[in-house]
């Protein structure tokens, strides 16, 4: 008799569980349509780190042309000193704190916090994208740079028609990799109270009280947008890597 | 010869790398149609003189006289003058990231596309030519097809010989070939030592630093023998292979002969 009424009261307390949890499932996805708002949120995310690594890239390349074309002709002493110093200032202070010194400092008059979020990215990821750059214009073979100004090409249409595309292919990988790591990094704009996938847990959490389904859902949602851009990851590398074998081949012909 | 005016006349040229002088006070003119062959062993600046011409390494003494200009004066735009001297290297150099028809078309397009418009053609039409140009050049070389291909299918005798036509859609007054068929499998040094002699009968001036001395011999007019960074002797081939005068030279060509 005792243990009947134990399993009767077990399995009440499975319904019970299952039906709070079912609750506080709803509460975080459906009511009030709150799944917009994760799927807002990524939006944001993806947006932030797209611009961001548009801006790093640009950025992060130019400081690498800078270092290498004043290693190749001496010419450029002052701008490799100034690209050197912002790297070293870039990468010697936590993102965070750039990130609210152009949010309440540098910006504080522009109310657009997604561009605020993504220039701060954009010029911290620019800091190490000169380093993945740097490798990629080394790669060049310097032939490259004397062929076409041995046909009267100047240093910049040299650099612009044949250096820089050949650097930046070289490097796609790592480049990719840095946009995936943008992608998770962003989430510290919600610091700055910026709407990204990593602070839409929070605002949820603060209406319904419940933390559980809005980390696990974030979570999930960036894992799948990692897993897929690290696809694509693999798929860029494949490419290359036939590319490069084909060019061995040629070579042994 | 002598009472034309030369095309690159080099006086006192000097250059050297910190501490070590590679070039070492070297005077000489080369006159219009003239194919001057460089020879000497290794490490004696060959490579160095023939980049001095272009000033590819810059002068660290004397001039460098390029149609009455002194291409060495860091004042002059190099670029100009550098339009007007084609180089062919012993890697090839092609453009990795440009087909076959973009390696030969790149720096005609690039240097004389604002000209072209500002005599009244469209852009779209200077393009058409400089394309229709680089094809009548890869026909000559019977490459017509590998047009859209990229360097890195062709074999090393194509690559040459591309990269030659490549300097010559600029139209040069000068060629300057730097060991042009060092690099190449055996079997493919003919066809580049081939078309080379093919512009010497055209009449093109040139200056070959090159191994090969059946090659020098046939289609040099004038050899000029370096050591240790001066030029040791210069003369006629065959003055210069069958009786040289001095020792190094001798001692040369008894190695290589
Ligand atoms: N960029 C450079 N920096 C330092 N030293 C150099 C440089 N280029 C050439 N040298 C040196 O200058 C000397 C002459 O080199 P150069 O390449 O002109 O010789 P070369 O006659 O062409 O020899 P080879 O027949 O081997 O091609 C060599 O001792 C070489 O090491
Ligand atoms: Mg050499």
């Known amino acids: 008799m005792c243990s009947l009424t134990n399993s009767a009261e077990k399995e009440d307390m499975k319904i019970f569980l299952a039906a709070s949890i079912l609750e506080r499932f709803k509460k975080a996805v459906i009511v009030q349509d709150r799944w917009k708002m994760y799927l807002e949120g990524l939006g944001n ?53 750039q990130l609210m010194i152009l949010y309440f400092i540098v910006f504080v008059s522009w109310d657009n916090g997604m561009m605020i979020g993504a220039i701060t990215f954009g010029i911290n990821s620019g800091a190490y994208v000169a380093e993945i750059a740097r490798a990629g214009f080394e790669s060049v073979d310097d032939g490259q740079m004397e062929a076409g100004r041995s046909l009267g090409l100047s240093t910049w249409q040299t650099m612009w028609h044949i250096v820089i595309p050949q650097a930046v292919k070289n490097c796609l990988p790592p480049l990719f990799n840095e946009f995936i790591t943008l992608v998770k990094e962003t989430a510290i704009v919600g610091y700055v109270g910026i709407m990204d996938l990593g602070k839409i847990p929070g605002l949820i959490q603060s209406r319904t009280f419940d933390y559980l389904f809005p980390l696990l859902i974030a979570a999930v949602l960036y894992l799948a947008v990692v897993l897929v851009l690290t696809r694509i990851l693999h798929i860029i590398e494949k490419k290359l890597s036939k590319g490069e074998r084909r060019n061995g081949g040629a070579l042994n012909e | ?95 990795n990231n440009k087909t076959v028809l973009e390696n030969i078309t790149l720096a005609p397009y690039t240097i004389y596309s604002k000209q072209a418009v500002k005599d009244g053609k469209t852009k779209k039409q200077f393009k058409q030519e400089c394309i229709d140009n680089a094809m009548v050049l890869l026909r000559r070389i019977g490459l017509e097809e590998k047009a859209n291909v990229y360097p890195s299918t062709l074999s090393g005798g194509q690559k040459q010989r591309i990269a030659i036509v490549r300097a010559l859609a600029m139209n040069p007054k000068v060629m300057l070939f730097d060991e042009p068929t060092s690099a190449l499998d055996p079997e493919m040094v003919g066809e580049v030592l081939d078309l080379i002699k093919e512009l010497a009968d055209e009449g093109m001036t040139m200056v070959i630093v090159t191994h090969e001395m059946g090659f020098a011999r046939e289609v040099g007019t004038r050899v000029l023998f370096m050591d240790e960074g001066v030029i040791a002797e210069e003369g006629a081939p065959a003055e210069v292979f069958d009786n040289p005068k001095n020792p190094r030279t001798a001692q040369f060509f008894k190695a290589v002969l």
Do not use: W
């Not at chain 1, 690594?53 to 100034?82: H, P, R, W």
């Not at chain 2, 030369?6 to 003239?34: C, H």
């Open chain 1, 45 to 97: 995310t993806i947006a932030i780190a797209v611009v961001a690594a548009i801006i790093g890239t640009i950025i992060g390349v130019c400081l690498a042309m800078v270092n290498y074309l004043n290693k190749k002709t001496g010419k450029l002493s002052i701008l490799s000193k100034i690209a050197n110093f912002y790297i070293t200032i870039v990468r010697g202070t936590p993102v965070v704190l």
């Open chain 2, 1 to 95: 010869m002598n009472n034309q005016k030369p095309l690159i006349e080099v006086k006192g040229l000097q250059k050297s790398f910190g501490n070590l002088d590679v070039l070492r006070d070297i005077s000489t003119a080369i006159y219009p149609g003239e194919k001057v062959v460089v020879l000497g062993p290794s490490g004696s600046g060959k490579s160095t003189f023939l980049r001095c011409l272009n000033c590819l390494e810059d002068p660290t003494g004397g001039e460098i006289i390029f149609e009455d200009v002194n291409i060495a004066d860091p004042s002059v735009n190099i670029n100009v003058h550098r339009q007007k001297m084609g180089m062919v290297f012993q890697q090839f150099n092609l453009f």
